[in-house]
């Protein structure tokens, strides 16, 4: 059997109040509703560096090389759930794993579920260990709440809470003053382009483009199946976020992936991709809009 020890952060994120949701939209709109989301919580994994090892189809367990690449990529995460119907928490822990037969295993892998069975829907639940290995500039953001005895551990275990912007207020109660200063240079600066035939538009964070046969759009596709307001583009904290609004749907390859359909609903973009309207990637005259993602991490000058 073949090991690879490696330290790492782990990330464990889990679909939450599952129940009310099954309830609320019936099975199959809630397993398409969170079948979704893990897709676009797993493009984020990935456009932070990180690696998926496995899900369950409700769950993610990921590892990131650095802790800041974590906590950008969770944060990421909690946004996206905020904006659905579908909610999820998360716990991160960060120590020594084996990778064998494409699994984790170690001690640091069995702590971060215990972290995610201790957050409130909407949050962030992190070990110090995670938080000693934070940037300055990232470690001002989560909060101390204390300490607390975890199985298997002999010693109660100092932990980190963060939740969702737009989750208005953070579900666990802070049990230490912080400087309530949420740092500037916590997301990576983004920049999208989009290119069709001679068209190249360029948006960045907290800008949108749409993209349709409408001269009223950003980017213009005057193919006559391709409808007026096709889709569109967001980027809204360092997450760029593609949403098709058409009748003919939408399919997004990228790269080095198969392709994406979209009908009325979204996903994340992440790295370089094909965005094709209207028309299967299989069929020769598929209008297609190429785009290009490009980050630059906190403290680095955009390209």
């Known amino acids: 059997m073949s090991k690879d020890k490696k330290t790492l952060a782990i990330l464990f994120a ?6 009310p949701l099954y309830e609320r939209v019936g099975d199959d709109e809630g397993l398409r509703l969170v079948g979704e989301l893990i897709d676009a919580l797993a493009s984020i994994v ?7 090892v496995r899900s369950k189809g409700d769950d993610l367990l990921c590892t990131f090389p650095r802790a800041d ?5 969770a944060s990421q995460m909690l946004d996206q759930a905020g904006t659905g119907e579908v909610k999820i928490h998360i716990g991160i822990h960060y120590g020594p794993t084996i990778h064998a037969r494409g699994d984790i295993y170690w001690d640091a892998v069995s702590l971060a579920p215990r972290l995610l069975a201790l957050a409130n829907p ?3 639940l992190m070990s110090e260990a995670v938080h000693a290995r934070l940037s300055d500039e990232n470690a001002t953001w989560p909060r101390l709440i204390g300490r607390q005895s975890l199985k298997g551990i002999q010693e109660p275990v100092r932990l980190f809470s963060m939740s969702s912007s737009l989750a208005g207020t953070n579900p666990v109660e802070t049990k230490m003053p ?7 240079t916590l997301f990576p600066s983004v920049r999208l382009t989009l290119r069709f035939r001679d068209q190249e538009h360029v948006i960045g964070e907290g ?3 749409s993209i349709g046969r409408s001269s009223s759009c950003d980017c213009v596709v005057p193919i006559e199946w391709v409808s007026r307001k096709h889709a569109s583009i967001s980027i809204k904290r360092g997450i760029a976020t593609l949403t098709d609004s058409s009748s003919s749907g939408t399919y997004v390859a990228f790269r080095g992936d198969p392709p994406v359909l979209l009908r009325r609903n979204s ?3 992440i790295s370089s991709g094909a965005i094709y309207l209207g028309s299967s990637p299989d069929e020769p005259d598929a209008p297609v809009v190429h785009y290009q ?3 630059s991490r906190p403290g680095e000058s955009g390209g």
């Open 14 to 19: 889990d679909v939450c109040e599952s129940t």
């Open 46 to 52: 990935r456009s932070n560096d990180g690696q998926v």
């Open 69 to 73: 690449d974590a906590l950008w990529a």
């Open 122 to 124: 909407g949050e962030l």
């Open 178 to 184: 912080s400087t309530g200063k949420r740092p500037k």
């Open 207 to 209: 800008s949108k483009a």
């Open 267 to 269: 996903v994340a973009l």
């Open 293 to 295: 993602l490009e980050k």
